[in-house]
């Protein structure tokens, strides 16, 4: 009968702490449209927009236009500075619905590849921070870290989020639980 007590005082603690990991990792997680309500055009300055924000892993930007008449590029520095997208381009995004996970913490580069639009100042370049779950600057390889950049929901973002801190605190807990008895 005593026993049981530390499993079932285990399994609410458990689940209340996985509730908040996920609205605290879940609050972290922005979603930005770039050029806010103007969008991404021509008519933007985007050195502007870009410094209005702090970007972090986990975070979305979104890119709004007419499909055909603008996309999206992410790019080297290099062909940023340049415009010249024969060489290092990164990604294409062309849907005119563009969402951008921003899945590592280093300097993003984005241009429009439509003739005239890069050096008529459709494009930006923004520094992405690490999250606190992901701030160690050298991140283990894991398996899987190869897969392609995924469009994600931000409940995706939480549960990754989700994981590191709890398995450290789940840990501490259940050490605790356990040696109480
Ligand atoms: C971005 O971060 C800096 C330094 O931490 C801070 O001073 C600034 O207010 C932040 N800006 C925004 C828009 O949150
Ligand atoms: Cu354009």
């Not at 639009?117 to 190869?146: D, N, Y």
Request: glycine share 10%.
């Amino acid at each position: 009968m005593e026993d049981s007590k530390p499993c079932r005082y285990f399994s609410s603690v458990c689940t209340i702490l996985a509730v908040l990991g996920l609205l605290v990792s879940g609050a972290a997680s922005e979603v930005y449209t770039v050029g806010d309500s103007d969008g991404w055009n021509s008519a933007v300055d985007y050195g502007v927009w870009s410094q209005k924000y702090n970007f972090s892993v986990g975070d979305v930007l979104v890119f709004k236009y007419v499909k055909g008449q603008h996309d999206v590029y992410e790019v080297t520095e290099s062909t940023f500075r340049s415009c010249d997208t024969s060489t290092g381009v990164l990604a294409k995004h062309t849907s005119g619905n563009d969402q951008v996970t921003l899945t590592e913490a280093k300097k993003y580069w984005f241009v429009c590849n439509v003739a005239g639009h890069c050096l008529g100042g459709m494009r930006f370049g923004i520094v992405v921070k690490g999250s606190i779950t992901a701030e160690s600057p050298a991140p283990a390889p894991q398996s899987g870290a190869l897969a392609p950049p995924q469009i994600n929901k931000n409940g995706d973002q939480a549960l990754r989020g989700l994981s590191l801190w709890d398995y450290l605190i789940l840990l501490g807990v259940s050490i605790q639980l356990c040696s109480v008895q």
